[in-house]
Antibody, heavy 118, light 111 residues
Framework: QVQLVQSGAEVKRPGASVTISCKAS????????VHWVRQAPGQGLEWMAI????????VYARRFQGRVFLTEDTSTNTVYMELNSLRSDDTAMYYC???????????WGQGTLVTVSS | QSALTQPPSASGSPGQSVTISCSGS?????????VSWYQQHPGKVPKRLIY???KRPSGVPDRFSASKSGNTASLTVSGLQAEDEADYYC???????????FGGGTKLTVL
């Protein structure tokens, strides 16, 4: 079965960086895009970025361009999301998610809580 | 401010039907058939209900249906059940920035 397993919760200081991993299994890793979506406490879903493992078509939401970077390790079926220059309003649950269909998500990781606090 | 506009709340009694709207523009909802709907219960991961405007993945009850007219997409939940009480989000491909945008979410209350 499809699984996306994310790394554990993080606590960071303002200005720091965080890297979240997302290990995929149960499907052809290079055959599907991976989305990143975040959700601040009590708030809605916010799309951040998408990439195709093994490919070159990575798209970042405009508000995160220059601050978010996606990388991957196809040997371990893992995607990484790095977010730099953290601010308190970056405190959120971060999800990786498998694309299914056009610009849609069919499976979600369990989420990684990132807390930014001085 | 979300790119797609949803009502913050909706409600209905058990057995009734409720429709949630999702308004965008010709650059997203209106221009492409790439609208999805997700259900999220408190503390849980979102679950996809609908993709490509009106396609329902296997396992999603047919009480959930969706459509689109112009720049507005709609999700209808028929035969409301207590378990339908959750937050609902729409999303769409957005050509302006070649990305994906979400609505702000609608909290559905089953009275």
């Amino acid at each position: 079965q499809v699984q996306l397993v994310q790394s554990g919760a993080e606590v960071k200081r303002p200005g720091a960086s965080v890297t979240i991993s997302c290990k995929a299994s149960g499907y052809t890793f290079t055959g599907h895009h991976v989305h990143w979506v975040r959700q601040a406490p009590g708030q809605g879903l916010e799309w951040m970025a998408i990439s195709k493992p093994g490919g070159s078509d990575t798209v970042y939401a405009r508000r995160f361009q220059g601050r978010v970077f996606l990388t991957e390790d196809t040997s371990t079926n893992t995607v990484y999301m790095e977010l730099n220059s953290l601010r308190s309003d970056d405190t959120a649950m971060y999800y990786c998610a498998k694309a299914g269909g056009w610009y849609s998500i069919d499976f979600w990781g369990q989420g990684t809580l990132v807390t930014v606090s001085s | 401010q979300s790119a797609l506009t949803q009502p913050p709340s909706a409600s209905g009694s058990p057995g009734q039907s409720v429709t949630i709207s999702c308004s965008g523009s010709s650059s997203d909802v209106g221009g492409y058939n790439f609208v999805s709907w997700y259900q999220q219960h408190p503390g849980k991961v979102p679950k996809r209900l609908i993709y490509e405007v009106n396609k329902r993945p296997s396992g999603v009850p047919d009480r959930f249906s969706a459509s689109k007219s112009g720049n507005t997409a709609s999700l209808t939940v028929s035969g409301l059940q207590a378990e339908d009480e959750a937050d609902y989000y729409c999303s769409s491909y957005a050509a302006t920035n070649n990305d994906v945008v979400f609505g702000g979410g609608t909290k559905l209350t089953v009275l």
